[in-house]
Structures are given as structure tokens and as C-alpha cells.
């Protein structure tokens, strides 16, 4: 996807020099892949990707992502459907951004509701634009053969996005003729560990300048472990519910509350609001 004179002189100095062999393929991808994210990127993909190995591997991917055709496509998956979901926006959000060829609308469908419309006319409306299957294993046989034959085509310039457990795509590459060539490129939502999701509630803390002290850091690591259960893998879209709720908690105007700012107490070195364990307490 992404759109990656000289003098006499300098000539012969070249002619002279030791051939350097041209770079394979997968050290051109360790190059690309070792840029850190900008700040726009950041902010579509820094909560997906906590990791530096997970940004650069996100990053790689995305530059695969194309309008052209037969290939260029990608496939979301993660646990929750929330999360993946937003990260296939975010996806669509960033070739719109960066692809001067991408001036078409974007949309969005589950996969079962594209059963009952006509995919090659919706991929014809969205030319130059994006679409979104939400749930992408709902879509019957039928309608997910018209929508590879409708990308399989030299006019058509679009990006798909489809949304859905890893074990669902891996069923659908299988079966589908055409599928791993024309979906290419895979992203998947981090799983993170309860520490690293406890680091991203601090990150988010700062970024609201508030700080969170050691049984505040203990208290939220509780409060991810009761969420964390063998039907629910807990995102940072819970982390961020928690901080929400705890910074709503602690400043709610009580007589400690007024004791703290009188005393100093409620703020630390760097002047930011401290969110303390009772502030994490239900």
C-alpha cells in the first residue's frame, strides 16, 4: 500500500566501488518494519498494539493494504468482536488518510446481513472507497464466492476489511479458493498479559494527568483479575472503564477530599492527580 540526478564524478566513484548485494526480501521487511508509529498512528493503533514487536508487525502489515485489485485485502480477527472492530475501522480510517487514491465512501455490514444484498453492486458503489464485514464467517458460501469474484476483477479498487475470530478466518482461507491471495494481509488485536494491561491504565491515567500509587496499581490488577474469566478476555476498553470509574470516584467532593488538597496529599511530584486504592473499590 504505502508509496515507498547524479554527477560525473560521482559516477565513477560508484563504478568503482564493491557491488553491495540487493536486499532480500525479508530484510527489506526488517527495515520497514523497525519505524516506530507517528502520531496519527499511534492514535488509530497504540491501544491494539502495546508492544514495540506488535507496532512494527502491525505496521508492516497495514503497508500490504491496497485498492488494488486481487489482492491487497485484510482480514481482522481478535477475541471480542468490540475490539476487532474498531481496529478494521481504525484500519480503513488510515488507508483513507494516507491513500490519495482512496476518495470513495466506506461502509459497513455483517456478514450475515450481506446474504441478503447484492455484493457485486455494493463493491461497484464503494469503487475507490471501503468496506467493512463485520462477523465475515456469517456470510453463506454463495455470497462469499460473489464477493471474491467481485474483487477478482482489474476494474475494481476497494479495501475490504473482514472482522472475526482467528479460528473462523483460518476456516475460511481453507475453504474458499482465492481467499489467502485476494485477503492478504492478516492483523490481529495483541492479547495482553495482566501487567501489560495494568501499564496501559497507567499510560491512560497520565494522559488524563492523574498518577496511581502502589495499592492503587495492586487495586487494578484485583479489579482485572475479576473480570478476567474463562468467557471474557478482559481488553483495554475494560481497563479504560476502570480508570474512568475511578477517576469519577475520586473527585467526587467529600471532606477528605478537601483535606487531601489542603494537606497536599491529593496530588505527587509532577503536580498529577493520585488515584489511590479506595478510588478502585466498588
Excluded: C, W
Amino acid at each position: 500500500m504505502a508509496e515507498e540526478p547524479a554527477t560525473e564524478e560521482a559516477a565513477e566513484e560508484k563504478a568503482t566501488e564493491t557491488p553491495v548485494a540487493e536486499k532480500s526480501e525479508t530484510e527489506k521487511y526488517e527495515d520497514a518494519s523497525n519505524r516506530s508509529m507517528n502520531e496519527d498512528e499511534l492514535a488509530l493503533f497504540g491501544q491494539f498494539a502495546q508492544t514495540k514487536s506488535a507496532r512494527q508487525n502491525l505496521l508492516h502489515s497495514i503497508d500490504k493494504i491496497s485498492l488494488a485489485a486481487y489482492t491487497g485485502n485484510v482480514f481482522v480477527t481478535g477475541e471480542t468482536t468490540d475490539e476487532s472492530l474498531d481496529l478494521a475501522k481504525n484500519v480503513i480510517r488510515y488507508i483513507k488518510n494516507t491513500d490519495a487514491n482512496f476518495t470513495g465512501k466506506i461502509a459497513k455490514v455483517s456478514g450475515e446481513a450481506l446474504n441478503n444484498k447484492s455484493v457485486g453492486v455494493m463493491v461497484e458503489k464503494l469503487a475507490s472507497g471501503g468496506l467493512i464485514i463485520e462477523k465475515a464467517s456469517g456470510m453463506s458460501a454463495e455470497t462469499t464466492k460473489n464477493l471474491l469474484k467481485s474483487l477478482n476483477q482489474e476494474k475494481t479498487g476497494i479495501v475490504v476489511a473482514l472482522q472475526d475470530t482467528k479460528k473462523n478466518m483460518h476456516k475460511m482461507m481453507e475453504y474458499f479458493d482465492g481467499m489467502k491471495q485476494i485477503f492478504n494481509v492478516h492483523i490481529e488485536v495483541e492479547e495482553l498479559s495482566d501487567d501489560a494491561l495494568v501499564a496501559y491504565g497507567k499510560k491512560y491515567a497520565e494522559h488524563l494527568e492523574y498518577s496511581i500509587d502502589d495499592m492503587g496499581i495492586l487495586a487494578l490488577h484485583t479489579r482485572i483479575d475479576e473480570l478476567q474469566t474463562s468467557d471474557h478476555v478482559v481488553t483495554v476498553a475494560d481497563v479504560r472503564n476502570i480508570m474512568d470509574e475511578a477517576i469519577e470516584k475520586a473527585n467526587k467532593k467529600s471532606l477528605k477530599h478537601f483535606t487531601d488538597v489542603l494537606f497536599a496529599k491529593r496530588y505527587d511530584e509532577e503536580d498529577m492527580i493520585i488515584l489511590r486504592e479506595n478510588d478502585f473499590i466498588s
